[in-house]
């Protein structure tokens, strides 16, 4: 008798890196735990340039977010053909998704909580009532597991979404400690090491505030005595345009290397001496354990996810959300202090192989489908 399957899903077409690139092989790792099931990632599109490699994981083209009439089809026949007994989202609100279709499917769901999120939300009296009768009481508008990335964000999901205990895993989530490690003389760098580079990673998206970043930087190397100070940003989207004609009204456009999508970002976290991190929501921040992992201190913006990684004080600095002037000072007084930025450095890099690693992350995940499906 053939497996039953677990169909993994992903937003984007298998060409597209960066963060997705460690989804993916989050998702792998997963099905390595789970040998009784045959594994299936889905993206909506192969392009025949992966930038994946997998050992558990068999891809097929098929968007499991666009549930329009085609790709129902699509969809049933993969279920019937390959005996798929779970279909895992990633970020997909009941509410986008058609539910009562996958539950005639037979098809158990499953979604890995990723999206920010501002923890003092609040809804009014009557929304927050409605969201307790809908999904407390009655439960709907819920998947059969969701799969928080963080403790904050697990706490997030049970007062402000109502999602109930019995539905909920809180499972951190982790970096490859073994791929992601500090520098060292025999790697060839991504940048000019004749500076110093502050880095900044992320979508290129508001509410990053890479502009934010841009003034601390521009004050910061306003300084003569800090004049080998560079910034490197790494991503891509909607405010790239904007934020590099910023640095150029900054006057700092010769002093920022706007580095765009890159699918290993080894090279640049290894180039660099410290991270900033300014992002105003978010639910963890990947990037922010990756530079850690890579022996970078980080001062970053104390949304849920960033104050769940960084020791305040002894692997980097967290600062009120809404304090520029605190965020540049944290900036300086690292690049002043080489001796503080590299005790910070270590005692980042052992704290996420303690408590974020990806091999937990994992073994946690797939305990939690296999019990969802017990």
């Known amino acids: 008798m053939a497996r039953r399957a677990i169909l993994f899903c992903m937003r984007y077409p298998d060409d597209e890196g960066f963060v997705w690139k460690t989804v993916a092989a989050l998702r792998d790792r997963v099905a390595g735990e789970l040998p009784e099931f045959a594994g299936l990632i889905a993206f909506p599109r192969l392009t025949g340039q992966s930038v994946h490699h997998f050992d558990h994981l ?3 083209e098929l968007d499991c977010y666009d549930l329009s009439p085609a790709n129902k089809a699509a969809l049933s026949r993969i279920v019937a053909e390959r005996s798929v007994a779970a ?18 499917l037979g098809l158990v769901t499953i979604n890995t909580e990723e999206d920010g999120f501002h923890r003092n939300q609040r809804d009014g009296l009557a929304k927050h009532a409605a969201k307790f009768v809908v ?28 999602v109930p205990g019995s539905r909920l895993r809180i499972v951190p989530n982790g970096v ?24 900044c990673v992320s979508q290129a998206r508001a509410e990053k505030r890479v502009d934010l970043i841009l003034r601390c930087a521009a004050r910061i190397m306003a300084q003569p005595d800090l004049a080998d100070v560079r910034l490197v940003y790494v ?7 904007a934020w590099r004609d910023f640095a150029g009204q900054l006057g700092i456009a010769e002093r920022v290397r706007f580095a ?22 978010e639910s963890f921040g990947l990037a922010v354990a990756e530079a850690m992992a890579c022996g970078l201190p980080v001062v970053a913006s104390a949304a849920a996810g960033p104050c769940e990684i960084i020791a305040d004080g002894v692997t980097g600095t967290l600062v009120p959300i809404d304090d520029e ?21 270590r005692a980042g890099r052992e704290r996420v192989v303690e408590r974020f690693s990806i091999d937990r992350q994992a073994r946690e995940i797939a305990a939690a489908i296999r019990s969802v499906l017990a």
Do not use: K
């Open 58 to 60: 068999e891809p097929v």
């Open 87 to 104: 279909i895992v989202y990633m970020s997909a609100l009941p509410a986008t998704l058609d539910l009562p279709f996958l539950r005639r």
């Open 135 to 162: 999904r407390r009481l009655l439960r709907r508008q819920l998947h059969d597991l969701h799969i928080a990335n963080s403790v904050v964000q697990g706490e997030w999901l049970a007062r402000y979404a109502q």
């Open 176 to 199: 490859d400690c073994a791929a992601f490690t500090p520098a060292a003389a025999d790697r060839p760098e991504a940048l000019d090491p004749r500076y110093r580079w502050v880095i």
């Open 235 to 241: 991503g891509d989207g909607e405010m790239l345009g």
């Open 260 to 281: 765009g999508r890159q699918d290993d970002l080894r090279p640049y976290y290894r180039s660099s001496v410290l991270m900033a991190h300014a992002s105003e929501r």
């Open 325 to 345: 002037a605190a965020f540049g000072a944290a900036l300086e007084t690292y690049l002043r202090d080489p001796r503080l930025m590299q005790a910070h450095g």
